[in-house]
C-alpha cells in the first residue's frame, strides 16, 4: 500500500522560509522520481518542482530561485525547501510519483503579506 505524507507547513510570513517533508512508504519513491504540487482553491493542481531518478531537477519559474527539491533516498523522503516565500505561495501542498496516481493528504501554507 503506497502512503504518501506530507508535512511541514504552516503559516509565515512574506520572505519567510518553510521546509516541507514527503514521507513515502509502500514504495520506493526515487526509483521513479517525484514532485511537488501545490493548488489553490477553484484551481487545478500544478507542479511546482520535480527531481528525476537521475537526480536531476526541474522547476516552474515562479518558483525558480526560491524553491529546493531534494531527496533521502535513505530515508525514502522528498523535502521542498522554500525560501523567500510570497502571498502568492499560499497553497495546499502534495508530493507524487512522477508518472503515478498517488497522492497524500497534503501539507497547507499561508504566507502573510
Known amino acids: 500500500q503506497v502512503q504518501l505524507v506530507e508535512s511541514g507547513g504552516g503559516l509565515v510570513q512574506t520572505g519567510g522560509s518553510l521546509r516541507l517533508t514527503c514521507a513515502a512508504s509502500g514504495i520506493d519513491s526515487m526509483s521513479y522520481g517525484m514532485g511537488w504540487y501545490r493548488q489553490t482553491p477553484g484551481k487545478q493542481r500544478d507542479y511546482i518542482a520535480l527531481?528525476?531518478?537521475?537526480?536531476?531537477?526541474k522547476y516552474v519559474d515562479a518558483v525558480k530561485g526560491r524553491f529546493t527539491i531534494s531527496a533521502d533516498t535513505a530515508k525514502n523522503t522528498v523535502y521542498l525547501q522554500m525560501n523567500n516565500l510570497q502571498p502568492e505561495d499560499t497553497a495546499d501542498y502534495y508530493c507524487s510519483p512522477i508518472g503515478l496516481p498517488y497522492w497524500g493528504q497534503g501539507t497547507h501554507v499561508t504566507v502573510t503579506p
Open positions: 527531481i528525476y531518478t537521475d537526480g536531476t531537477t
